[in-house]
């Protein structure tokens, strides 16, 4: 990891200005590529006015394991305030394609990831639930039910509902444009208040560029837009992967 640590640190303080609890959050896809490899680097920082600074990145390896499994290890790192750049958790990330992609209307998948962060008074930290993606023409809808739990720490708290979409216009390979959005309502059986929920939207963009047979780096980029309380006032986010 001392090889990608220079990377980090350079893209965590472009954007210290920023800050959000999980700036680096990205929308998960519900297909599976066998025996695809990839590294994929992920970044993001958000800004609200009454809350210190944050930025976080991870760096990963995951790879196409079989039709219907791709299972993917990060290193996460995080910065606050004006302290360096710092290892943050561990997390193992499993997902699970269990329709062929385009037979059904609805193509459905399913997320286990589970966390262990560098804080253990935090537990572990397990995030399961559906992912969906469907087609219309040129256009692809993204869904995701995402429940979310701290096992073993040292402050109970309750299973949390998360929720994603995403909307994206598949101009061209290259260059995609669409709408990103993430949430959280708080406890899945009890949800916050308005005022206390988290909800995040804002236009994103995405492209995959071929380098070599079976070679490709794919992006994706959101500017994403608080409207409570809760939220970030904004968040930018980044994600970039080399699929080989």
Known sequence: MKLFAPVLATGLALLAPFAHAEPADYIYTPEVEYGEREIDFKMGSANKSDSPREAAASIGFGYGVTPWWFTEFYVKYKQELNEGT????FEWENKFQLTETGKYPVDLGFLIEIERPNDHDEGWEIKAGPLLQTEFGKWQLNGNMLFQR????ATPSPTRLLYQWQVKYRMSQLFEYGLQGMGDLGAWD????????????????????????RQAIKYNAAVLFGNTKASADNTVRLQVEYEY
């Open 86 to 89: 710092k290892f943050d958790a």
């Open 150 to 153: 701290n096992y073993q720490a």
């Open 190 to 213: 009890n949800w916050a208040k308005q005022e206390d929920q988290i909800h995040l939207v804002g236009p994103a963009v995405f492209g995959k560029i071929s380098v070599g047979p």
